[in-house]
């Protein structure tokens, strides 16, 4: 047996390679390298001094196999012929009965393992393993092992069909090759299918490689192959590179598919072991999978439900009317639905449950599987107790010997007496009793929130309750634990693609991301000229301000008068009203410059959000403070933060929603963690603009405390119309101000009644509060309660501006936020009824009760009867067709 060989590197880059047999008779091979390249043999890494300039240098390790077993000395290692060059490869009877019939490489790349993610389940995958089955070896098969040996996949090579099966079988290999040029060796279609008719070639990819094909011979389909197992098709290349990188595409592609897949016979594994009845059904509610809980709950059997819609089912007469209804419409909207049915067993008696309905979304958000998770309820027949498996009953006797009086005491998992657990487990280790006392120190802390001593108030009630009492209130503290207190269900009636698109587009933050598309907004920085006083006004525009204390003021006559810049001339009159320049000790001069500064800073080009609707809304304001009401509600601090807060409110609006800059990655979006962004901006940017120069600053002659104050106020306000709390804001005020005035009002005839009610507002900093959100909130949306012609008009202005986002979202291949606002198709009747009818006639119901506003209150009531005579008359326009001819 020959020695190692000796091996000698001068520092010229010369390779002094001895081999050294038995004889010791010496035979020198010299291999020159050149300067500055590594010396690198097939088995053996060779470093040079000129090597350590390479930025890196690939090193095979040695392929030498280990002895063999001493029952098979007799098989000499099998040795292969090699390209030039090459080291050869040798056999190594890892996994098959015959040396000469299959090979094993070890690759001299580090194999190492890959992360890969599938939801929020986190996996490793192993080195890769591939299986080469070819009769002859040759330049083909060469270039896809030394590609093997390039990825760090472990690679054997089998010639036969009976070894590379028997071959697969041990190693389960993720990449196969077959080699289908030749049917002189071996029928290359039955090797696949024989792999395919095993278990472990589930999720093996099968590649066959098939001869190229001359230019005159016409292109072959490749569903024969398909059919007989094979995955992919690979055309005659020898090329190492080639080879290499169809393998890494089957890695990075149908490889990690595969593996994802095998994952989930994970969570199948963990399905079937659920206590909980789980059922998923597809997106038309087809059952697609059961687990046994739920075949012991119902009484079925697996093959009994499978692919039947759920229609098809018996259903229990004990559920409301409308309840499927409201389920339906509740998860086609991709929302969860949790509540209590009334199921038919098998058997036919019905079963209550407790059933959370979660769909779940697939490719281009569309949804995709409906999963129900369902829990028996207690019955309220007596102490007749929900139904249980033998085995349920069985495990509960094992851990409570009295079952049936434990399940009354401690239905809720609330209810376990934390140091009872402790004291239980006391031969524990130490440091699961460490967890448990500090556990105990957590329920037994004095800080508590508000909403935590609500629940703790259900929980000792629950205690000593009726069953049905305690289900119930089970269902209410699982709504208290929700963060979505105020945002309601859509019903029904909210089945319309309208009403859809408004609140997803208003009330979302619009989280799906889209690298590379960056909104930039475009600063407005002409500088205008204003009256030098209050009283240095055009005669024309002076006309039109005499009336600004009526609700019918034409702000679009303002607009017209004053070139686009109503703001500064309106705010003027406004401010000198309310007596704002006194309160913060600022001169006029200084006044008159702020507001062009603010003025300069709205887009005259946005339809809709430009400094006329910041006009609109300060003129709202300041008619909502001139009721009896709100003035007896508010201090004057109140008053001038309201007024700055509706001057400011949409300061450099770009003319688009916050979901649009959240899904194009804006900067803006960025800096404000999608959160109220443009009202964040809104609120910063005036703040920033009115302290950069002193000229503009209305807050210099403020003293901290008062500044402090008032910037709190109107960062407030501002951040409330911000949509995606809208609710929240609107149930609040109802709550905290309207029902319980209306409740005092009904109490006392007294004629001081009105008086008392609105004094007991101002002591309550939290009411005022309320009420300027409130406030601040319908002055923003009044539209549809001004006269019909501003109202028309305003409504054109947004659908343009809604128009104009959706034509952007489109080009730049964005998700389009609202849909049905396509200029081509769009009704806007119907979008209008939609916004009245989800977000004004609540919310400015709760207001008039508040402030009296009947005038408001029958505009509002005559614009909605427009919209409908239009929708009813098919009508997609702002006017009838006929109103259109007559010039109206």
Same mark, same amino acid.
């Not at 390479?54 to 098979?72: D, H, W």
């Given at each position: 047996?020959?020695?190692?060989?000796?091996?000698?590197?001068?520092?010229?880059?010369?390779?002094?390679?001895?081999?050294?047999?038995?004889?010791?008779?010496?035979?020198?091979?010299?291999?020159?390298?050149?300067?500055?390249?590594?010396?690198?043999?097939?088995?053996?890494?060779?470093?040079?001094?000129?090597?350590?300039?390479?930025?890196?240098?690939?090193?095979?390790?040695?392929?030498?196999?280990?002895?063999?077993?001493?029952?098979?000395?007799?098989?000499?290692?099998?040795?292969?012929?090699?390209?030039?060059?090459?080291?050869?490869?040798?056999?190594?009877?890892?996994?098959?009965?015959?040396?000469?019939?299959?090979?094993?490489?070890?690759?001299?790349?580090?194999?190492?393992?890959?992360?890969?993610?599938?939801?929020?389940?986190?996996?490793?995958?192993?080195?890769?393993?591939?299986?080469?089955?070819?009769?002859?070896?040759?330049?083909?098969?060469?270039?896809?092992?030394?590609?093997?040996?390039?990825?760090?996949?472990?690679?054997?090579?089998a010639r036969t069909p009976e070894s590379a099966l028997e071959c697969f079988l041990d190693k389960h290999h993720e990449i196969i090759v077959i080699d289908q040029r030749n049917c002189r060796y071996f029928d290359a279609e039955a090797i696949c299918r024989s792999i395919r008719a095993t278990k472990p070639a589930e999720h093996t990819v099968i590649l066959a490689v098939v001869p190229q094909k001359s230019a005159a011979q016409e292109e072959t389909s490749v569903l024969p192959i398909l059919r007989a197992g094979f995955n992919r098709r690979f055309l005659e290349n020898s090329s190492i590179i080639a080879c290499y990188n169809e393998l890494i595409q089957i890695e990075h592609g149908e490889v990690r598919s595969q593996f994802k897949l095998r994952a989930c016979n994970s969570m199948f594994t963990a399905l079937e072991h659920c206590n909980e009845a789980i059922e998923i059904t597809s997106d038309d509610h087809i059952i697609q999978y059961v687990n046994p809980a739920f075949e012991r709950m119902m009484g079925y059997q697996k093959g009994e439900l499978i692919g039947k819609e759920l229609t098809e089912l018996p259903k229990s007469d004990k559920n409301h009317a409308d309840l499927l209804d409201t389920i339906?419409? /509740?998860?086609? !909207?991709? #929302? @969860?639905?949790?509540? +209590?049915?009334?199921?038919?067993?098998? &058997?036919? =008696?019905?079963?209550?449950?407790?059933?959370?309905?979660?769909?779940?979304?697939?490719?281009?958000?569309?949804?995709?599987?409906?999963?129900?998770?369902?829990?028996?309820?207690?019955?309220?027949?007596?102490?007749?107790?929900?139904?249980?498996?033998?085995?349920?009953?069985?495990?509960?006797?094992?851990?409570?010997?009295?079952?049936?009086?434990?399940? /009354?005491?401690? !239905?809720? #998992? @609330?209810?376990?007496? +934390?140091?009872?657990?402790?004291?239980? &487990?006391? =031969?524990?280790?130490?440091?699961?009793?460490?967890?448990?006392?500090?556990?105990?120190?957590?329920?037994?802390?004095?800080?508590?929130?508000?909403?935590?001593?609500?629940?703790?108030?259900?929980?000792?009630?629950?205690?000593?309750?009726?069953?049905?009492?305690?289900?119930?209130?089970?269902?209410?503290?699982?709504?208290?634990?929700?963060?979505?207190?105020?945002?309601?269900?859509?019903?029904?009636?909210?089945?319309?693609?309208?009403?859809?698109?408004?609140?997803?587009?208003?009330?979302?933050?619009?989280?799906?991301?889209?690298?590379?598309?960056?909104?930039?907004?475009?600063?407005?920085?002409?500088?205008?000229?204003?009256?030098?006083?209050?009283?240095?006004?055009?005669?024309?525009?002076?006309?039109?301000?005499?009336?600004?204390?009526?609700?019918?003021?034409?702000?679009?006559?303002?607009?017209?008068?004053?070139?686009?810049?109503?703001?500064?001339?309106?705010?003027?009159?406004?401010?000198?009203?309310?007596?704002?320049?006194?309160?913060?000790?600022?001169?006029?001069?200084?006044?008159?410059?702020?507001?062009?500064?603010?003025?300069?800073?709205?887009?005259?080009?946005?339809?809709?959000?430009?400094?006329?609707?910041?006009?609109?809304?300060?003129?709202?304001?300041?008619?909502?403070?001139?009721?009896?009401?709100?003035?007896?509600?508010?201090?004057?601090?109140?008053?001038?933060?309201?007024?700055?807060?509706?001057?400011?409110?949409?300061?450099?609006?770009?003319?688009?929603?916050?979901?649009?800059?959240?899904?194009?990655?804006?900067?803006?979006?960025?800096?404000?963690?999608?959160?109220?962004?443009?009202?964040?901006?809104?609120?910063?940017?005036?703040?920033?603009?009115?302290?950069?120069?002193?000229?503009?600053?209305?807050?210099?002659?403020?003293?901290?405390?008062?500044?402090?104050?008032?910037?709190?106020?109107?960062?407030?306000?501002?951040?409330?119309?911000?949509?995606?709390?809208?609710?929240?804001?609107?149930?609040?005020?109802?709550?905290?101000?309207?029902?319980?005035?209306?409740?005092?009002?009904?109490?006392?005839?007294?004629?001081?009644?009105?008086?008392?009610?609105?004094?007991?507002?101002?002591?309550?900093?939290?009411?005022?509060?309320?009420?300027?959100?409130?406030?601040?909130?319908?002055?923003?949306?009044?539209?549809?309660?001004?006269?019909?012609?501003?109202?028309?008009?305003?409504?054109?202005?947004?659908?343009?501006?809604?128009?104009?986002?959706?034509?952007?979202?489109?080009?730049?291949?964005?998700?389009?936020?609202?849909?049905?606002?396509?200029?081509?198709?769009?009704?806007?009747?119907?979008?209008?009824?939609?916004?009245?009818?989800?977000?004004?006639?609540?919310?400015?119901?709760?207001?008039?009760?508040?402030?009296?506003?009947?005038?408001?209150?029958?505009?509002?009531?005559?614009?909605?009867?427009?919209?409908?005579?239009?929708?009813?008359?098919?009508?997609?326009?702002?006017?009838?067709?006929?109103?259109?001819?007559?010039?109206?």
């Open positions: 047996m020959g020695c190692a060989p000796s091996i000698h590197v001068s520092q010229s880059g010369v390779i002094y390679c001895r081999d050294s047999d038995e004889s010791n008779s010496p035979h020198q091979t010299t291999t020159t390298i050149s300067q500055g390249t590594a010396a690198t043999l097939h088995g053996l890494f060779i470093k040079t001094d000129a090597a350590d300039t390479i930025p890196s240098v690939l090193a095979y390790q040695s392929r030498q196999p280990p002895p063999p077993p001493p029952q098979q000395e007799k098989c000499a290692a099998h040795q292969r012929r090699e390209p030039a060059g090459r080291e050869s490869r040798t056999g190594v009877p890892h996994c098959c009965g015959v040396e000469a019939e299959t090979q094993t490489s070890q690759s001299s790349v580090k194999a190492s393992t890959t992360e890969i993610e599938i939801g929020p389940m986190r996996l490793t995958q192993d080195p890769i393993q591939v299986l080469l089955i070819f009769a002859k070896e040759d330049k083909q098969s060469d270039g896809f092992w030394w590609a093997c040996d390039r990825a760090g996949y472990r690679c054997n090579l339906n419409t /509740c998860i086609k !909207r991709g #929302k @969860e639905w949790q509540g +209590v049915y009334y199921a038919r067993r098998k &058997s036919g =008696d019905s079963i209550q449950q407790h059933v959370k309905i979660t769909p779940v979304t697939g490719q281009g958000g569309k949804i995709r599987h409906f999963v129900s998770l369902k829990k028996l309820c207690c019955t309220n027949d007596g102490n007749k107790q929900p139904y249980k498996t033998p085995r349920d009953e069985k495990c509960a006797d094992q851990f409570h010997p009295d079952s049936h009086s434990f399940r /009354c005491k401690n !239905r809720r #998992k @609330e209810s376990i007496d +934390v140091k009872s657990i402790t004291s239980q &487990s006391s =031969d524990a280790p130490s440091l699961q009793n460490r967890r448990y006392s500090s556990v105990a120190r957590i329920h037994s802390m004095t800080i508590e929130a508000p909403i935590t001593k609500v629940i703790n108030i259900i929980n000792s009630a629950q205690e000593n309750s009726p069953v049905t009492v305690a289900e119930a209130l089970d269902r209410v503290l699982e709504i208290l634990r929700t963060t979505e207190l105020y945002s309601p269900q859509l019903g029904t009636k909210d089945e319309d693609p309208h009403t859809s698109d408004l609140v997803g587009g208003l009330m979302t933050d619009g989280l799906r991301r889209l690298s590379g598309n960056e909104y930039v907004f475009s600063k407005n920085t002409n500088h205008l000229s204003v009256p030098i006083t209050i009283n240095d006004v055009p005669p024309s525009i002076a006309h039109l301000l005499d009336n600004e204390e009526s609700w019918d003021f034409n702000i679009f006559e303002l607009e017209a008068v004053t070139n686009k810049r109503p703001l500064v001339y309106l705010g003027l009159k406004i401010f000198a009203r309310f007596g704002v320049c006194e309160f913060l000790n600022c001169s006029e001069a200084t006044l008159r410059a702020w507001f062009q500064v603010i003025e300069a800073n709205y887009h005259s080009s946005n339809s809709y959000h430009n400094s006329t609707h910041a006009a609109d809304v300060l003129h709202a304001t300041a008619f909502f403070l001139g009721k009896e009401r709100v003035k007896a509600s508010l201090d004057h601090l109140d008053e001038v933060a309201a007024l700055i807060a509706a001057t400011v409110h949409d300061v450099d609006h770009p003319g688009r929603t916050n979901s649009f800059l959240c899904n194009a990655g804006s900067e803006l979006a960025v800096l404000y963690n999608d959160t109220a962004v443009l009202e964040s901006h809104h609120t910063a940017l005036a703040f920033q603009l009115t302290a950069k120069d002193n000229k503009c600053n209305i807050f210099k002659n403020l003293n901290r405390n008062h500044y402090r104050t008032l910037r709190q106020a109107i960062i407030d306000m501002v951040l409330a119309t911000e949509m995606t709390k809208h609710f929240e804001h609107v149930n609040k005020f109802v709550n905290s101000i309207t029902k319980p005035m209306a409740s005092e009002e009904t109490n006392s005839n007294n004629e001081g009644s009105d008086c008392e009610c609105t004094t007991n507002l101002k002591n309550f900093p939290d009411n005022q509060t309320l009420i300027k959100r409130m406030m601040i909130k319908c002055a923003d949306v009044s539209n549809p309660c001004r006269p019909l012609e501003l109202c028309i008009e305003w409504a054109g202005r947004i659908s343009e501006e809604y128009f104009a986002q959706t034509d952007e979202e489109k080009r730049q291949g964005l998700p389009v936020v609202m849909p049905v606002f396509d200029r081509n198709t769009c009704s806007i009747p119907k979008s209008q009824i939609s916004f009245i009818d989800y977000f004004i006639m609540d919310m400015f119901d709760a207001w008039d009760a508040f402030a009296h506003l009947p005038v408001l209150m029958q505009h509002l009531a005559n614009n909605y009867k427009h919209w409908k005579t239009l929708d009813e008359s098919k009508c997609r326009s702002l006017r009838l067709p006929s109103e259109n001819n007559n010039g109206s």
